[in-house]
């Protein structure tokens, strides 16, 4: 082999090695979503004296509910972007005391969003408030009288 051969053979090796590292760092990273979505607006509606299975179908089962500490419901979300660094969380703690709402703690808002129209730090209890009405119910009427209410 002369020289100007052998050049040419190291020169196409480290190009081949340097595509090579460049298309290693290539690799397709998913978004890692984790525990309950929730929006601050949805959390917001939490207010005491609401019964535990208000608050399931207004948020959806907790994260951690844990059986030691029955009073105490974690909702837990966290998101993972593709390769970056940062993780989205958020942390809402809901306290119950017979059943029913005592407070509500926000211990990890996401940044971007705002609370009841303000930006409250992190670490800020939400404040009681009275629970919401009992929705009214009113039975159903029939629109014709069934055969069998029919007396001959």
Same mark, same amino acid.
């Given at each position: 082999?002369?020289?100007?051969?052998?050049?040419?053979?190291?020169?196409?090796?480290?190009?081949?090695?340097?595509?090579?590292?460049?298309?290693?760092?290539?690799?397709?990273?998913?978004?890692?979503?984790?525990?309950?979505?929730?929006?601050?607006?949805?959390?917001?509606?939490?207010?005491? &004296?609401? *019964? !535990?299975?208000?608050?399931?179908?207004?948020?959806?089962?907790?994260?951690?509910?844990? /059986?030691? =500490?029955?009073? @105490?419901?974690?909702?837990?979300?966290?998101?993972?972007?593709?390769?970056?660094?940062?993780?989205?969380?958020?942390?809402?703690?809901?306290?119950?005391?017979?059943?029913?709402?005592?407070?509500?703690?926000?211990?990890?808002?996401?940044?971007?969003?705002?609370?009841? &129209?303000? *930006? !409250?730090?992190?670490?800020?209890?939400?404040?009681?408030?009275?629970?919401?009405?009992? /929705?009214? =119910?009113?039975? @159903?009427?029939?629109?014709?009288?069934?055969?069998?209410?029919?007396?001959?």
């Amino acid at each position: 082999m002369t020289s100007t051969n052998i050049h040419r053979a190291v020169a196409k090796t480290a190009c081949l090695f340097t595509a090579l590292a460049l298309l290693a760092g290539c690799v397709y990273r998913p978004n890692i979503q984790q525990g309950n979505f929730l929006e601050v607006k949805d959390v917001d509606q939490v207010t005491a &004296g609401m *019964t !535990r299975s208000q608050v399931r179908y207004l948020l959806g089962t907790p994260m951690i509910s844990d /059986p030691f =500490v029955a009073q @105490r419901w974690d909702y837990i979300y966290t998101l993972k972007r593709g390769r970056q660094r940062k993780i989205d969380r958020a942390h809402f703690v809901v306290y119950f005391e017979d059943d029913k709402v005592t407070r509500v703690d926000k211990l990890d808002l996401p940044e971007a969003t705002s609370v009841s &129209g303000d *930006t !409250r730090r992190k670490h800020k209890k939400e404040e009681s408030h009275e629970p919401p009405a009992a /929705p009214s =119910v009113t039975p @159903r009427q029939p629109d014709a009288p069934r055969p069998s209410d029919v007396h001959t």
